[in-house]
T-cell receptor, first 114, second 116 residues
Framework: DTGVSQDPRHKITKRGQNVTFRCDPISEHNRLYWYRQTLGQGPEFLTYFQNEAQLEKSRLLSDRFSAERPKGSFSTLEIQRTEQGDSAMYLC????????????FGPGTRLTVL | AQTVTQSQPEMSVQEAETVTLSCTYDTSESDYYLFWYKQPPSRQMILVIRQEAYKQQNATENRFSVNFQKAAKSFSLKISDSQLGDAAMYFCAYRNPNFGNEKLTFGTGTRLTIIP
């Protein structure tokens, strides 16, 4: 059990470019969550997966955002046509199949849009 | 919708002293979970302590304890014998009890500084 990992840790991009982030959850955790954290704020829920199914998306997730979790393992979050307002820390968390369990967070990907 | 409020953006405490961080929340549910997470600078968020609303006993984890007041919808964190390694952002979080979507609702955080 190596914990939740995220790649890259930092991403700097120019406005209008597409970016993709990856999250590898703790093995055998069937639930995976994406959150966004802007400076001075707490994390805000974006979306979550149970296995490969995306079951809920926040209103924060505009149509420029898409997330996938093929085969119920790792997940990717893609942002198309990035805007300066997308600059934030993107956090991934995973949870086992037991509802009473705790979410374990990855180190996050810090996105800076110039 | 559930909301979580942390009214102390910053707190400081002398090393070895005790500090209490405040958190209030709003929900119409009778059963739920509450958490305190710690986020050190440039490091990942880790769980400090959790409380199930149906439990009357306050949770404790070594130097960390909570004061859970369900009627007042208050959930404060007490850190005893503060250490330099406790310096971090602390987030209070709420989770509803529904099986299948355990998304967390966070407060805005409290930055804790430990004074040597």
């Amino acid at each position: 059990d190596t914990g939740v990992s995220q790649d890259p840790r930092h991403k700097i991009t120019k406005r209008g470019q597409n970016v993709t982030f990856r999250c590898d959850p703790i093995s055998e955790h069937n639930r995976l969550y994406w959150y966004r954290q802007t400076l001075g704020q707490g994390p805000e829920f974006l979306t979550y997966f149970q296995n490969e199914a995306q079951l809920e998306k926040s209103r924060l997730l505009s149509d420029r955002f898409s997330a996938e979790r093929p085969k119920g393992s790792f997940s990717t979050l893609e942002i198309q046509r990035t805007e300066q307002g997308d600059s934030a820390m993107y956090l991934c968390a995973s949870l086992s199949g037991f509802s009473t369990d705790t979410q374990y967070f990855g180190p996050g990907t810090r996105l800076t849009v110039l | 919708a559930q909301t979580v409020t942390q009214s102390q953006p910053e707190m400081s405490v002398q090393e070895a002293e005790t500090v209490t961080l405040s958190c209030t929340y709003d929900t119409s549910e009778s059963d739920y979970y509450l958490f305190w997470y710690k986020q050190p600078p440039s490091r990942q968020m880790i769980l400090v302590i959790r409380q199930e609303a149906y439990k009357q006993q306050n949770a404790t984890e070594n130097r960390f304890s909570v004061n859970f007041q369900k009627a007042a919808k208050s959930f404060s964190l007490k850190i005893s014998d503060s250490q330099l390694g406790d310096a971090a952002m602390y987030f209070c979080a709420y989770r509803n009890p529904n099986f299948g979507n355990e998304k967390l609702t966070f407060g805005t955080g409290t930055r804790l500084t430990i004074i040597p």
